[in-house]
């Protein structure tokens, strides 16, 4: 089952925007991107709130966003997350499949 985890990272000054350009820069999106059972990882701007950028991070299953969350990426997105003052509201969402 496919897991989808929204994550909006909210900031001043826009440093949720440089958070992210940041993230794309450095290489870390492409080294997530690459990882084993990553099947989406983009950011959005929500067009009423310039201070917020959104996350859409999806992954093949549980033990794979489980290793991604175990991964040394970890603390480079953390630390960066630091570095631009961001704040974080997470969601997660399962997909459901019918048989």
């Known amino acids: 089952m496919a897991f989808t985890v929204n994550i909006y990272y909210t900031g001043t000054g826009g ?3 440089k958070f992210a350009e940041e993230m794309k820069t450095s290489g870390l999106v492409e080294r997530i991107r ?8 983009e950011y959005f701007l929500p067009m009423d709130d310039p201070e917020t950028v ?3 991070d999806e992954w093949k299953s549980e033990e794979a966003l489980d ?3 175990k991964s040394p990426m970890m603390s ?6 630091e570095k631009y003052h961001l704040k974080m509201r997470v969601q997660k969402f399962q ?3 019918k048989e």
């Open 15 to 17: 440093n949720a925007r």
């Open 34 to 41: 690459a990882e084993q059972g990553n099947l989406r990882y």
């Open 54 to 56: 959104l996350l859409i």
């Open 67 to 69: 290793f991604h969350h």
């Open 76 to 81: 480079e997105i953390a630390a960066l997350r």
């Open 95 to 97: 997909e459901m499949t």
